[in-house]
């Protein structure tokens, strides 16, 4: 299957300082997916992107589709308490998705 | 509720037994992806149907694994002679397919499902 290379893998940040991470593939997809995942819970979708190089923003979150097509990374500024989760990239592929490993994020307050 | 479901959602089974797992989707929602996480790891493609299609059978890991769709909504995900590798949480995705822009996932809360 398509690898997706995720990192960090971990992250412990200070409340308000801002996180950044970012996934890498050896294929092309269509499309790349942000989501967080809370513990006990399904993933819940952040941030689409749909071509080469757009960069969208929902929030305090920014997230690009590489120009490549085979990356993509997500900006989440002036962190909060609430931002702890893991958080997955994802590729599409025709109908099928294929996940990063997550990176972990602890918010200190 | 209006989201994706899934039951049970914990089960312990005894290596060997046979499982069935539900997952009932968001109403009108065509397409219906199943995926394996294990700890502290990503999502693992298993299956996908798409309305009346053949299902995308190619991430199940054995043949131990099958799943189907009854009348286009709830999906059953059937372990059979279960293994201690395969406990797991088996998330269940939907999505509405109708253009690019129409094929985001919701997902269900999972099944934890421990192989002793």
């Known amino acids: 299957g398509q690898q997706l290379n995720q990192s960090p893998q971990s992250m412990f940040i200070q409340e308000g300082e801002d996180v950044s991470m970012n996934c890498t593939s050896s294929s092309i997809f269509n499309t790349w997916l942000w989501y967080k995942q809370d513990p006990g819970e399904g993933p819940v979708l952040l941030i689409a992107?749909?071509?080469?190089?757009e960069l969208t923003s929902n929030g305090r979150l920014t997230a690009q589709f590489g120009i490549t097509r085979k990356d993509s990374f997500l900006n989440i500024s002036a962190s909060i308490p609430s931002d702890v989760g893991i958080y997955f990239c994802a590729g599409q592929l025709r109908n099928q998705f294929y996940f990063g490993t997550g990176t972990s994020l602890t918010v200190i307050p | 509720g209006a989201g994706v479901s899934q039951s049970p959602s914990n089960k312990v089974t005894e290596k060997g037994k046979d499982v069935e797992l539900r997952c009932d989707p968001i109403?009108?929602?065509?397409?219906l992806y199943w995926y394996r996480q294990s700890l502290g790891q990503g999502l693992e493609f298993l299956i996908y149907?798409?309305?009346?299609?053949?299902?995308?059978k190619s991430g199940l890991p054995s043949d131990r694994f099958s799943a189907e769709r009854t009348g286009g909504s709830v999906s059953t995900l059937t372990i059979q002679r279960t293994q201690q590798e395969d406990s797991a949480v088996y998330l269940c995705?939907?999505?509405?397919?109708?253009?690019?822009?129409?094929?985001?996932?919701?997902f269900g809360p999972g099944t934890r499902l421990t192989v002793l």
């Open positions: 992107l749909y071509k080469a190089g």
């Open positions: 995705a939907s999505s509405l397919v109708g253009g690019l822009r129409y094929n985001e996932q919701f």
């Open positions: 149907f798409q309305g009346n299609s053949a299902p995308d």
């Open positions: 109403s009108g929602h065509t397409a």
